[in-house]
C-alpha cells in the first residue's frame, strides 16, 4: 500500500529534550516537507526537501533541523523544543514539485 | 507576497443543500499550482484536486466542482446536495516557485458542518 508513514503519532515531552519525528514514504517521491498546524493558522511549511541532500527552509524553520539521507527518509529533528512548538506535524510527499501531496497520519506533540 | 485567504472559518448547512466553500489567492507569479484538501474529524488530509494557471476550465467530479477564475484570483469549490460525511475541514493552496524559492502555502481552512 502506498503510504507516508510517521512516528511517533503522540509525543509528550519536556522544554529542551532533544527529539526526533521520523518520515518515511514508499512511493520513491522526489519531493517531501514537513508542515505544523495550529488552529486559526492552517498548515505552515517548515522545511521541504527536493531530492536526497537538498533540503530548504519554508516558512517557519526556526527550531527545526531536517535531513535527506535516503529518497524514503525526512526526519524532523527538534534539538531544543519549547512549548510554542507544541503542535499537528504532517509529514508529505509528492513526485515532483508542484504536485499533490500525500500526507502522513500526522505526530501530535506538547512541550510542557 | 503569496498568500491563501479562505475568508469562511465555519459553515453550517443541512444535509442535501449546495454549499460554496471560497477561496482567493495572491501571486505575482505567471505560472502557479491551485488544490484543495480534505481533512475529515479522523485528522487526516485527502488531496481532492490540482489546478496549473493556464488551465481556467472548471471541473466537476460527481457532487464535487471547481470554479477557477484567474480575473477575481478565485479557486472556489462547491459541494451539491451536501450529505454528512462532507463534514470536514477543507484547505485550498498555492504552490509557486518565486525567485527560485519553493513555496507551498495553505489557507487557514473552512470548516464544514453538513447537519442531518
Known amino acids: 500500500e502506498a503510504q507516508v508513514t510517521q512516528n511517533p503519532r503522540y509525543l509528550i515531552t519536556v522544554t529542551g529534550k532533544k527529539l526526533t519525528v521520523t518520515c518515511s514514504q514508499n512511493?520513491?517521491?522526489?519531493?517531501m516537507s514537513w508542515y505544523r498546524q495550529d488552529p486559526g493558522l492552517g498548515l505552515r511549511q517548515i522545511y521541504y526537501?527536493?531530492?536526497?541532500?537538498?533540503?530548504d527552509k519554508g516558512d517557519v524553520p526556526e527550531g527545526y533541523k531536517v535531513s535527506r539521507k535516503e529518497k524514503r527518509n525526512f526526519p524532523l529533528i527538534l534539538e531544543s523544543p519549547s512549548p510554542n512548538q507544541t503542535s499537528l506535524y504532517f509529514c508529505?510527499?509528492?513526485?515532483?514539485?508542484?504536485?499533490?501531496?500525500?500526507f502522513g497520519p500526522g505526530t501530535r506533540l506538547t512541550v510542557t | 507576497a503569496q498568500k491563501v485567504t479562505q475568508a469562511q472559518t465555519e459553515i453550517s448547512v443541512v444535509e442535501k443543500e449546495d454549499v460554496t466553500l471560497d477561496c482567493v489567492y495572491e501571486?505575482?507569479?505567471?505560472?502557479?499550482?491551485l488544490f484543495w484538501y480534505k481533512q475529515p474529524p479522523s485528522g487526516e488530509l485527502v488531496f481532492l484536486i490540482r489546478?496549473?494557471?493556464?488551465?481556467?476550465q472548471n471541473e466537476i467530479s460527481g457532487r464535487y466542482s471547481w470554479n477557477f477564475q484567474k480575473s477575481t484570483s478565485s479557486f472556489n469549490f462547491t459541494i451539491t446536495a451536501s450529505q454528512v460525511v462532507d463534514s470536514a475541514v477543507y484547505f485550498c493552496?498555492?504552490?509557486?516557485?518565486?525567485?527560485?524559492?519553493?513555496?507551498?502555502?495553505f489557507g487557514t481552512g473552512t470548516r464544514l458542518k453538513v447537519l442531518a
Open positions: 508529505a510527499s509528492s513526485r515532483q514539485l508542484h504536485y499533490e501531496q500525500y
Open positions: 501571486t505575482r507569479d505567471t505560472t502557479y499550482y
Open positions: 489546478r496549473n494557471s493556464f488551465d481556467e
Open positions: 493552496a498555492l504552490s509557486e516557485t518565486s525567485s527560485g524559492t519553493y513555496k507551498y502555502i
Open positions: 526537501s527536493m531530492n536526497v541532500e537538498v533540503t
Open positions: 512511493m520513491n517521491h522526489e519531493y
